[in-house]
């Protein structure tokens, strides 16, 4: 099985391609090859192939790090299911993961929904997506300095507040309120309980 996050950024004509396409290119890059395994195409839509277990925590790395950027969002559609067809770049390419990601994506924006998943199992699909849903109703309001704090705990899980605090040159005690403003400690569970059920998914 794999994972497919077919994403696009909201906004993005509103801002220089500048302001975020070398953010997003240099944060592919460290989780995979281009064109095999990323992609940026038609100016601002984007696929990454990676591991089911992996895919949520990285969608939401990806939220956090462009919602850091002014006026910014991502919209992502994430397939989990399997890869009958291995072309010369992601676009190529072709299974039931890739088409899961693709007609999800599609509905995303009917559905002013920013993020959904379709793992081919109604009853998970559907237990996944209405946490999503709800997660989404503070994560679609994160601040950027509440994004960044995000994206800063994600990329770093090892950091302590205090060492966040040192980078960003702000108190302790500040990075604390930032961390409990985006309810990270809800996204931490939410990406803990994920894993869980992929696992029990089969091919």
Known sequence: MIAIITGD??????????EWIDVL???????????????????DEFQLKTEPQQALRLAI??????????GLDVRMAIGIGTESFKGVSISESNGTAYQRSGRTFETLRKEKVNLA??????????????????????MDE???VSAEIVAIAL?????????IAEQLHIQQSAVS??????????????MDYYPQIVKRMKP
Do not use: C
Request: glycine residues 4%; hydrophobic residues 40%; without cysteine.
């Open 117 to 138: 998943i379709a793992t081919g199992n109604k009853e998970e699909d559907y237990s996944l997506n209405l946490m999503l849903k709800l997660a989404l109703d503070f």
């Open 25 to 43: 290119k240099n944060q592919f890059s460290k989780w995979g090859e281009t064109p095999t395994e990323w992609e940026i195409y038609r100016g």
């Open 9 to 18: 950024i909201i906004n993005s004509e509103t801002h220089k391609a500048s």
């Open 61 to 70: 790395q990806l939220k956090a790090l462009i919602k850091s950027i002014k």
């Open 177 to 190: 309120q930032r961390q409990k403003r985006a309810r990270l400690d809800l996204v931490l569970q939410l």
């Open 155 to 163: 990329a770093n899980p090892e950091l302590a507040q205090q060492e």
């Open 142 to 144: 994160w601040t950027m």
